[in-house]
């Protein structure tokens, strides 16, 4: 099996080198893997420092792949998206907030399907978060459903996918900003997946979120909108997911 680990890269130079050597690391397992870090809009050197890296740290096991979007968590993902060749494909920041704990426990799965979300929603997951942050964690879950229907606790932690599914997602998606991360669900589903939700650890010292209230859940509601009208006036493409497809 290959794996990609598709990394957003925005202005975190200080912690990308320890970062993505462990990915490599982790990654020496499944020969054949890869490493793409796609930075965006960043001003303190991120993509220098990623470019070195991949010429540092590529081997024959594991390629480390470097490309630049417009500033936007979108616009990184989707290149990552487009960029990947793995089996499965990992779907984070390069700050890896849970560590290795959601590929753990896909690992550990019997039969993964081919949409798997690293979830804070999780009974079993650890967090180290305030209660501000699991509010409002709260009050965007209840807008997921109401706007869009989706059942997932938590869009926004990791998005672990069939490398087949997510070229059948990213043609589909729009989203610019952190919003992202529900398109790619919302397309898998509208493709047929179920999506399975896993515990992670998220400790304390993870770096905090940029997402602000005040400024952010207006655009935040305006995009789900927007997004429930594409997802309603669109033709994803193709046939829905088979059943291998599905477990694939």
């Given at each position: 099996?290959?794996?990609?680990?598709?990394?957003?890269?925005?202005?975190?130079?200080?912690?990308?080198?320890?970062?993505?050597?462990?990915?490599?690391?982790?990654?020496?397992?499944?020969?054949?893997?890869?490493?793409?870090?796609?930075?965006?809009?960043?001003?303190?050197?991120?993509?220098?420092?990623?470019?070195?890296?991949?010429?540092?740290?590529?081997?024959?096991?594991?390629?480390?792949?470097?490309?630049?979007?417009?500033?936007?968590?979108?616009?990184?993902?989707?290149?990552?998206?487009?960029?990947?060749?793995?089996?499965?494909?990992?779907?984070?920041?390069?700050?890896?907030?849970?560590?290795?704990?959601?590929?753990?426990?896909?690992?550990?799965?019997?039969?993964?399907?081919?949409?798997?979300?690293?979830?804070?929603?999780?009974?079993?997951?650890?967090?180290?978060?305030?209660?501000?942050?699991?509010?409002?964690?709260?009050?965007?879950?209840?807008?997921?459903?109401l706007i869009l229907g989706?059942?997932?606790?938590?869009?926004q932690g990791s998005i672990?996918?069939?490398?087949?599914?997510?070229?059948?997602?990213?043609?589909?998606?729009?989203?610019?900003?952190?919003?992202?991360?529900?398109?790619?669900?919302?397309?898998?589903?509208?493709?047929?997946?179920?999506?399975?939700?896993?515990?992670?650890?998220?400790?304390?010292?993870?770096?905090?979120?940029?997402?602000?209230?005040?400024?952010?859940?207006?655009?935040?509601?305006?995009?789900?909108?927007?997004?429930?009208?594409?997802?309603?006036q669109s033709d994803p493409?193709?046939?829905?997911?088979?059943?291998?497809?599905?477990?694939?």
């Amino acid at each position: 099996m290959r794996i990609t680990y598709t990394l957003a890269v925005h202005d975190q130079a200080r912690q990308m080198e320890a970062n993505v050597s462990r990915v490599v690391e982790r990654l020496r397992s499944f020969p054949g893997s890869e490493v793409i870090l796609v930075e965006n809009g960043s001003t303190d050197g991120s993509l220098e420092l990623a470019r070195r890296l991949s010429t540092r740290l590529s081997s024959e096991d594991v390629e480390v792949r470097v490309d630049s979007v417009p500033k936007g968590l979108g616009n990184a993902h989707r290149r990552g998206l487009q960029m990947a060749r793995g089996d499965l494909v990992v779907v984070i920041g390069v700050d890896l907030p849970f560590s290795f704990t959601d590929l753990d426990e896909w690992l550990a799965l019997d039969d993964p399907p081919s949409l798997v979300l690293g979830s804070k929603s999780h009974p079993r997951s650890q967090l180290g978060v305030s209660a501000g942050r699991r509010a409002m964690s709260l009050g965007f879950r209840t807008a997921r459903h109401l706007i869009l229907g989706l059942a997932a606790g938590d869009t926004q932690g990791s998005i672990l996918i069939s490398g087949p599914l997510a070229h059948r997602v990213e043609p589909q998606l729009r989203c610019t900003d952190y919003l992202v991360t529900t398109e790619i669900v919302a397309w898998a589903v509208r493709l047929g997946a179920r999506p399975l939700e896993i515990p992670v650890v998220y400790p304390r010292t993870a770096a905090r979120s940029t997402v602000r209230p005040l400024r952010d859940t207006g655009r935040m509601l305006r995009g789900m909108l927007a997004l429930r009208h594409r997802l309603r006036q669109s033709d994803p493409g193709g046939a829905p997911l088979t059943a291998s497809e599905e477990t694939r």
